[in-house]
């Protein structure tokens, strides 16, 4: 079965970097994109950006552009999502979720990873 | 960037109910990209409907999506016990894909 699964809670300084690692299992990763979307706390769903595995085409949220880079290690079957220069409002639950097709709606997800930064 | 809102905010009915949310666009959302999730407290959504109104797998028919161009709506038509929880609409024709602020069904 298709399984998502990404790396633990992280506690960041302001001004931190992260990196959020989702290793699939169940299917073929190069067939399909990954999305990654994130959930500050009482707040709507974010979409942050996008990877095709198979070629490792991506797409990024302008609002995000610059700190926010997605890339994939396609022999681990692994997809990370890396975001610098955090503050204290992305503190959020960061998903990983499977491409339906190409930029479409996310079929599977991981179980998400809580990022907080905190000083 | 497509702004997504739904209404309402929170929707009180009692299980064997008939549930309807509604999501309107800010602008047209192209080639009929709107999906719906469901989210359940300390979890990640689940993808209920695409392309306006195509069941993902293993969705029961009690959930049915409609509309067209702005205005969309989601329709839960006999509530079950697990079906109380958070939707949320999300358009994905155009970039930043976007979703909207949710609704939640809460037991009457």
């Known amino acids: 079965q298709v399984q998502l699964v990404q790396s633990g809670a992280e506690v960041k300084k302001p001004g931190a970097s992260v990196k959020v690692s989702c290793k699939a299992s169940?299917?073929?990763?190069?067939?399909?994109?990954l999305h990654w979307v994130r959930q500050a706390p009482g707040q709507r769903l974010e979409w942050m950006g996008w990877?095709?595995?198979?070629?490792?085409?991506?797409k990024y949220s302008q609002k995000l552009q610059g700190r926010v880079t997605i890339t994939r290690d396609t022999s681990a079957n692994t997809a990370y999502m890396e975001l610098s220069g955090l503050r204290s409002d992305d503190t959020a639950v960061y998903y990983c979720?499977?491409?339906?097709?190409?930029?479409?709606?996310?079929?599977?997800w991981g179980q998400g990873t809580l990022v907080t930064v905190s000083s | 960037e497509i702004v997504l809102t739904q209404s309402p905010g929170t929707l009180s009915l009692s299980p064997g109910e008939r549930a309807t949310l509604s999501c309107r666009a800010s602008?047209?959302?192209?080639?009929?990209?709107l999906a719906w999730y469901q989210q359940k407290p300390g979890q990640a959504p689940w993808l209920l409907i695409y392309?306006?109104?195509r069941r993902a797998t293993g969705i029961p028919d009690r959930f049915s999506g409609s509309g067209s161009g702005t205005d969309f709506t989601l329709t839960i038509s006999r509530l079950e016990p697990e079906d109380f929880a958070v939707y949320y609409c999300?358009?994905?024709?155009?970039?930043?894909?976007?979703f909207g602020g949710g609704t939640k069904v809460e037991i009457k």
């Open positions: 979720a499977r491409d339906l097709g190409v930029m479409e709606p996310c079929d599977y």
């Open positions: 392309g306006i109104s």
């Open positions: 990877i095709y595995v198979g070629n490792g085409d991506t």
């Open positions: 999300q358009q994905y024709g155009s970039s930043p894909l976007t």
């Open positions: 169940g299917y073929t990763f190069a067939n399909y994109g």
């Open positions: 602008q047209s959302v192209s080639s009929s990209y």
